[in-house]
């Protein structure tokens, strides 16, 4: 990663939006329990004679001293922002940086102070040098000596030197002068790699092609990876000396030994080279392969730890049955037999795809059973076909449960530890979304406020050839057009493209994907087709034509009368289950209110025919039981009623009033073909996947791809919901 990008374009200037009313400057500090330097800082920049038009502007990140307090009180005319935590310095920038109205956007640290004419020289050289997307000032430390504040970019040899004891066997190495710019006089301005944060003047037409700080970085190379954007996006960076402020510069994180400044540099560093690095790019785009070698290594330690438990479990209960135990050398056989059907068949449901890094514990419980019950049950049949009669039934029964059990928890532990490595933000999925129109950037913004899904946006791919008003006017940053996609995926680090723009023609979406063959990026597209697609929807050779075949609906027929069935035999156990609470609520409400219990409520349910829907009779204001019931989803008991009259199902679409349904487009009157449902598809998705329609687009999706597999997934997932009291009512009923 030495050196910097290819060689920047031209950018030509625009005119300022607002007829020219605009700040030349937008100044950003923020302060962390830095009373006394920020005072200094101030000051300065109140005494700074300078004649460009600016504003400034604090981010406090909760300090615990005066810091607040002093800047209300000494400096009325700055503009004061209050964090309620210490959100870290990238995200405070950006805060300042949403309310800023310059042109240019100076950040500053606190314990910097502006020299006269500095703020002039920052701004002049900007305006004389369109091609610029950032530049640093020349900074002074308190002795009056030169501050080396323009550097490089990191090597491995500039890091082992930098941060082991190597550096002070080899002070004069050829790659610390290089990082340091030692052989550089600091008189004239130049092209630099890299300027440190203490004080960076960014140019807003620049930020908005290549974006704001990135607020993975909670201190430290927030400023190295701006610059390496900026190189990267086509601005060059440069260390201009005519520019001369103070730093009272500390390197907290260069003190002797463990401290939380050092941590905080080394986990930045991490993320720095995790985002940027070649050979971990390289590695995160195969990251199925680690993952299904993970899930490989998993199911092999499930079904040799669980036959061993299994066989402890049988030789436990020897003085209770009356068939001898025979070694565990008779089994040497059944159990290679039995990992080479365990793997064989797991592959066979897709358990190795390495495509559903993403799916909940429940969903991998799921798949992770009904995989081993097939496998038990060809082990089990093969006790029978083998001459061999010593196998013991009970110990082979009992090992493939033991199986489920610790492959479910193994595998979920692979899974918690992807998810809190995306919940530190590492490992995350770099995306870039085609397309400028109102689609494009709701997915993208969508995308970049849910980081729990583990994406790192890059920002958006216009249609055609980009232009800065069009970058400026989007929140998200537009880093290239069509036609350098196939560029952009190495140059952005991309892993997975998203065409987000239906006015895309077929043609330039097939022309991408064969030039990117080679690129091993996943591409995704949204569509109008989807509509039309199901998962029992399939590409098929018809008459030497390609052409798409749809399946019967997955609920009409034969497949209705099964879920029929399980409704029944489940919603039975659930009220016998449940009856005796049932009954003493019953009692307790007829003590106290004289309504009574429950109350039914008009809904509209299968092929659109009313029906009177049991619920727990509404009381204002809800009581805290109330409140309780209604988070752990025992609300929906009485629900139950409806399954077992055949209103309703225990998984389905929503329950709609009259009102409801009437509003409802004729695609998602699909969710009529179905029984509501006590719980369902849009009522266990997450907030990240919540739709602007309330969930009827997942209702209906749920409906044309309905499985009882996928049934059981949605229970356990309510389950967990309503465990963990998130389970929320979706009617207020009367």
Same mark, same amino acid.
């Given at each position: 990663?030495?050196?910097?990008?290819?060689?920047?374009?031209?950018?030509?200037?625009?005119?300022?939006?607002?007829?020219?009313?605009?700040?030349?400057?937008?100044?950003?500090?923020?302060?962390?329990?830095?009373?006394?330097?920020?005072?200094?800082?101030?000051?300065?920049?109140?005494?700074?004679?300078?004649?460009?038009?600016?504003?400034?502007?604090?981010?406090?990140?909760?300090?615990?001293?005066?810091?607040?307090?002093?800047?209300?009180?000494?400096?009325?005319?700055?503009?004061?922002?209050?964090?309620? @935590?210490?959100?870290?310095?990238?995200?405070?920038?950006?805060?300042?940086?949403?309310?800023?109205?310059?042109?240019?956007?100076?950040?500053?640290?606190?314990?910097?102070?502006?020299?006269?004419?500095?703020? /002039? @020289?920052?701004? @002049?050289?900007?305006?004389?040098?369109?091609?610029?997307?950032?530049? %640093?000032?020349?900074?002074?430390?308190?002795?009056?000596?030169?501050?080396?504040?323009?550097?490089?970019?990191?090597?491995?040899?500039?890091?082992?030197?930098?941060?082991?004891?190597?550096?002070?066997?080899?002070?004069?190495?050829?790659?610390?002068?290089?990082?340091?710019?030692?052989?550089?006089?600091?008189?004239?301005?130049?092209?630099?790699?890299?300027?440190?944060?203490?004080?960076?003047?960014?140019?807003?037409?620049?930020?908005?092609?290549?974006?704001?700080?990135?607020?993975?970085?909670?201190?430290?190379?927030?400023?190295?990876?701006?610059?390496?954007?900026?190189?990267?996006?086509?601005?060059?960076?440069?260390?201009?000396?005519?520019?001369?402020?103070?730093?009272?510069?500390?390197?907290?994180?260069?003190?002797?030994?463990?401290?939380?400044?050092?941590?905080?540099?080394?986990?930045?560093?991490?993320?720095?080279?995790?985002?940027?690095?070649?050979?971990?790019?390289?590695?995160?785009?195969?990251?199925?392969?680690?993952?299904?070698?993970?899930?490989?290594?998993? /199911?092999?330690?499930?079904?040799?730890?669980?036959?061993?438990?299994?066989?402890?479990?049988?030789?436990?209960?020897?003085?209770?049955?009356?068939?001898?135990?025979?070694?565990?050398?008779?089994?040497?056989?059944?159990?290679?037999?039995?990992?080479?059907?365990?793997?064989?068949?797991?592959?066979?449901?897709?358990?190795?795809?390495?495509?559903?890094?993403?799916?909940?514990?429940?969903?991998?419980?799921?798949?992770?059973?009904?995989?081993?019950?097939?496998?038990?049950?060809?082990?089990?049949?093969?006790?029978?076909?083998?001459?061999?009669?010593?196998?013991?039934?009970?110990?082979?029964?009992?090992?493939?449960?033991?199986?489920?059990?610790?492959?479910?928890?193994?595998?979920?532990?692979?899974?918690?530890?992807?998810?809190?490595?995306? @919940?530190?933000?590492?490992?995350?999925?770099?995306?870039?979304?085609?397309?400028?129109?109102?689609?494009?950037?709701?997915?993208?913004?969508?995308?970049?406020?849910?980081?729990?899904?583990?994406?790192?946006?890059?920002?958006?791919?216009?249609?055609?050839?980009?232009?800065?008003?069009?970058?400026?006017?989007?929140?998200?940053?537009?880093?290239?057009?069509?036609?350098?996609?196939?560029?952009?995926?190495?140059?952005?680090?991309?892993?997975?493209?998203?065409?987000?723009?239906?006015?895309?023609?077929?043609?330039?979406?097939?022309?991408?994907?064969?030039?990117?063959?080679?690129?091993?990026?996943?591409?995704?597209?949204?569509?109008?087709?989807?509509?039309?697609?199901?998962?029992?929807?399939?590409?098929?050779?018809?008459?030497?034509?390609?052409?798409?075949?749809?399946?019967?609906?997955?609920?009409?027929?034969?497949?209705?009368?099964?879920?029929?069935?399980?409704?029944?035999?489940?919603?039975?156990?659930?009220?016998?289950?449940?009856?005796?609470?049932?009954?003493?609520?019953?009692?307790?409400?007829?003590?106290?209110?004289?309504?009574?219990?429950?109350?039914?409520?008009?809904?509209?349910?299968?092929?659109?025919?009313?029906?009177?829907?049991?619920?727990?009779?509404?009381?204002?204001?809800?009581?805290?039981?109330?409140?309780?019931?209604?988070?752990?989803?025992?609300?929906?008991?009485?629900?139950?009623?409806?399954?077992?009259?055949?209103?309703?199902?225990?998984?389905?679409?929503?329950?709609?009033?009259?009102?409801?349904?009437?509003?409802?487009?004729?695609?998602?009157?699909?969710?009529?073909?179905?029984?509501?449902?006590?719980?369902?598809?849009?009522?266990?998705?997450?907030?990240?996947?919540?739709?602007?329609?309330?969930?009827?687009?997942?209702?209906?999706?749920?409906?044309?791809?309905?499985?009882?597999? %996928?049934?059981?997934?949605?229970?356990?997932?309510?389950?967990?919901?309503?465990?963990?009291?998130?389970?929320?009512?979706?009617?207020?009923?009367?």
């Amino acid at each position: 990663m030495a050196g910097v990008a290819p060689e920047a374009r031209a950018h030509p200037q625009k005119e300022v939006a607002g007829g020219g009313t605009e700040l030349d400057l937008s100044i950003i500090i923020v302060g962390y329990n830095s009373a006394e330097p920020l005072a200094a800082c101030l000051r300065s920049l109140a005494e700074c004679p300078d004649t460009v038009s600016r504003e400034v502007l604090v981010v406090d990140n909760a300090s615990s001293d005066d810091t607040s307090l002093m800047v209300k009180r000494e400096f009325p005319w700055v503009e004061l922002y209050q964090n309620a @935590a210490n959100v870290g310095l990238s995200r405070a920038v950006n805060r300042g940086i949403r309310a800023s109205r310059g042109r240019h956007i100076l950040v500053l640290n606190p314990d910097i102070e502006a020299r006269s004419g500095s703020l /002039d @020289a920052l701004v @002049a050289f900007m305006d004389a040098t369109p091609e610029a997307g950032l530049v %640093g000032a020349k900074l002074i430390n308190t002795d009056g000596t030169l501050q080396l504040s323009c550097r490089g970019f990191y090597t491995f040899w500039t890091l082992l030197l930098r941060r082991t004891f190597l550096g002070k066997l080899f002070r004069n190495s050829g790659a610390i002068r290089r990082h340091l710019m030692l052989d550089y006089d600091h008189e004239t301005a130049r092209k630099v790699d890299w300027v440190l944060g203490a004080c960076m003047l960014v140019r807003r037409a620049a930020m908005a092609d290549v974006g704001a700080m990135d607020e993975r970085y909670f201190l430290y190379f927030e400023d190295v990876d701006w610059c390496y954007r900026m190189w990267r996006g086509g601005w060059t960076v440069w260390y201009v000396p005519d520019s001369v402020m103070d730093h009272r510069h500390a390197r907290g994180s260069a003190r002797p030994g463990l401290n939380k400044l050092l941590i905080a540099h080394l986990i930045s560093l991490l993320h720095f080279y995790e985002k940027w690095g070649g050979v971990i790019y390289r590695m995160k785009k195969h990251r199925r392969i680690l993952l299904t070698t993970l899930s490989l290594l998993a /199911d092999l330690v499930a079904v040799n730890a669980g036959f061993i438990l299994a066989y402890a479990l049988r030789s436990s209960l020897r003085g209770f049955l009356t068939k001898p135990l025979f070694g565990l050398g008779v089994y040497d056989t059944f159990i290679i037999f039995a990992n080479i059907v365990f793997v064989l068949v797991f592959a066979f449901f897709g358990l190795y795809s390495g495509r559903r890094d993403r799916e909940s514990g429940a969903d991998i419980a799921v798949r992770v059973g009904r995989a081993a019950v097939v496998a038990g049950v060809v082990l089990m049949a093969s006790t029978f076909l083998t001459s061999t009669t010593v196998y013991s039934r009970l110990l082979v029964g009992a090992f493939c449960v033991i199986v489920v059990v610790l492959d479910v928890a193994l595998r979920g532990i692979i899974r918690w530890i992807q998810n809190q490595a995306r @919940a530190g933000r590492f490992d995350l999925t770099r995306v870039a979304v085609v397309g400028t129109g109102s689609t494009a950037t709701l997915l993208a913004e969508r995308i970049a406020a849910a980081p729990e899904l583990g994406y790192d946006l890059a920002g958006l791919v216009s249609e055609r050839p980009r232009d800065s008003e069009t970058s400026e006017r989007l929140a998200v940053p537009v880093i290239g057009h069509l036609e350098e996609l196939p560029a952009l995926i190495e140059r952005q680090r991309l892993e997975e493209v998203i065409f987000a723009e239906p006015e895309l023609s077929s043609t330039e979406i097939a022309d991408f994907l064969i030039r990117a063959r080679r690129s091993t990026v996943d591409v995704k597209m949204v569509s109008d087709l989807t509509n039309l697609l199901t998962q029992r929807a399939r590409v098929e050779e018809f008459l030497d034509v390609p052409i798409v075949a749809f399946e019967r609906e997955a609920l009409l027929g034969a497949q209705a009368g099964v879920k029929r069935a399980v409704d029944l035999v489940g919603a039975g156990a659930l009220l016998i289950i449940s009856s005796p609470v049932l009954a003493v609520a019953a009692l307790v409400a007829a003590a106290s209110t004289p309504r009574g219990l429950f109350s039914r409520g008009e809904r509209v349910g299968l092929a659109e025919h009313s029906f009177g829907k049991w619920s727990l009779r509404e009381h204002e204001p809800p009581s805290a039981l109330r409140r309780y019931v209604e988070r752990h989803g025992l609300s929906r008991v009485p629900e139950l009623l409806n399954v077992v009259a055949g209103d309703m199902s225990l998984v389905g679409p929503a329950p709609l009033t009259t009102a409801e349904a009437a509003g409802c487009s004729a695609r998602e009157r699909v969710r009529f073909d179905a029984r509501p449902g006590i719980t369902g598809l849009a009522q266990v998705a997450s907030a990240a996947h919540a739709v602007r329609d309330g969930g009827r687009a997942l209702d209906a999706y749920y409906v044309q791809n309905w499985s009882l597999g %996928g049934d059981l997934r949605i229970i356990m997932r309510w389950w967990l919901l309503c465990v963990g009291g998130r389970c929320a009512p979706r009617h207020r009923d009367v």
